[in-house]
């Protein structure tokens, strides 16, 4: 297959033909000796040996080169990946725990920014919860929004203290429901026990089932850590208990076809999510237009070649007669 990118540098043609070859021609040609003009006199053939002629070819040349002729490889088709994908961020005030450096909500919070850089075809929401959850981005593909709006999250994002789970899953499902892609997915992030909120996880487990939406859940932190908090200017730190209720988190996570992680560390974190992106890849075809080769390259070449010959023999090879 052979076509033109650029058609419309074509229309030059027949501008520069009517200028250069049909328009009347100056009362004037060019000779290489008197002699030869009078052996000759003024035959046509004089003519169309005039440099003017390479010229006019040349520039016809590059108007096809500008106009980018192409010729088409055989057609291929390619996958591409596209799912889409809540993540569910627990944004409570045990998130400041510092067992993981520099803090849970801290590197939750990188390692979901590095996992949104590898989703590049992915739509992704973000939703935000402590005793009660809400959509903070909804879904898109502008991930550079998200990224953007998670660097603002902190745990005063959400009035009420307090871990909502089943909160949080249920208003990434409403997120979720009028999806059409072939995949939904729902991360979830959290460091306690629920304890807040309206409806119960393994209710909206169950609703995540029923719409076909995986719910991957993430435990994070030890057993025993300690949380900071301000005394008179000065930040202090209480040990706390970890409340993981990890039997909850793993049902939820099978219930609805997914898996449950724990992840003590930020390594561990990173590892999670690295797990999770291999995991959910949804491939669909694509017919995808054939690869071109330009050509202008060489309509370029010959153009230049003709144009300085053109100069040379209007300029130097024949002699102007007045």
């Given at each position: ?17 009517y200028l250069f070859l049909i328009k009347k021609e100056k009362s004037s040609l ?293």
């Amino acid at each position: 297959m052979f076509r033109f990118q650029n058609w419309y540098f074509l229309l030059f043609i027949p501008v520069i033909i009517y200028l250069f070859l049909i328009k009347k021609e100056k009362s004037s040609l060019g000779f290489s000796s008197v002699k030869l003009l009078k052996e000759a006199g003024l035959k046509e053939t004089i003519k169309h040996m005039s440099g003017k002629y390479l010229i006019t070819t040349a520039l016809i040349l590059l108007c096809i080169a500008l106009a980018r002729p192409q010729l088409a490889d055989e057609n291929y088709r390619i996958k591409q990946e596209g799912i889409d994908i809540a993540l569910v961020l627990d944004v409570s005030s045990s998130m400041l725990s510092v067992d993981i450096k520099p803090d849970r909500l801290s590197a939750a919070k990188e390692t979901i920014e590095n996992f949104i850089q590898k989703r590049t075809n992915d739509r992704l929401a973000l939703i935000i919860y402590a005793g009660t959850a809400y959509t903070r981005i909804p879904l898109t593909l502008d991930h550079n929004l998200i990224r953007e709006s998670l660097q603002d999250v902190d745990i005063n994002s959400v009035n009420q203290d307090g871990t909502a789970i089943g909160m949080g899953i249920s208003v990434a499902i409403n997120r979720l429901k009028k999806s059409e892609a072939e995949s939904k997915v729902i991360i979830l992030v959290t460091d306690g026990v629920n304890n807040a909120g309206e409806i119960d996880p393994l209710t909206a487990a169950a609703l995540a089932r029923d719409m076909e939406i995986r719910v991957y859940t993430i435990g994070v932190g030890t057993d025993e850590t300690l949380i900071p908090y301000q005394f008179f200017g000065q930040t202090r730190y209480q040990r706390y208990e970890a409340g993981l209720d990890e039997d909850l988190l793993m049902e939820i996570a099978e219930r609805t076809g997914a898996r449950y992680y724990r992840a003590e560390d930020a390594k561990e974190l990173a590892s999670i999510f690295t797990e999770i992106d291999r995991l959910e890849k949804s491939f669909f075809d694509r017919d995808n237009f054939q690869h071109y080769t330009e050509l202008a390259f060489v309509f370029i070449m010959i153009a230049l070649v003709l144009l300085l010959a053109g100069i040379f023999l209007d300029q130097y090879y024949y002699i102007r007669i007045p």
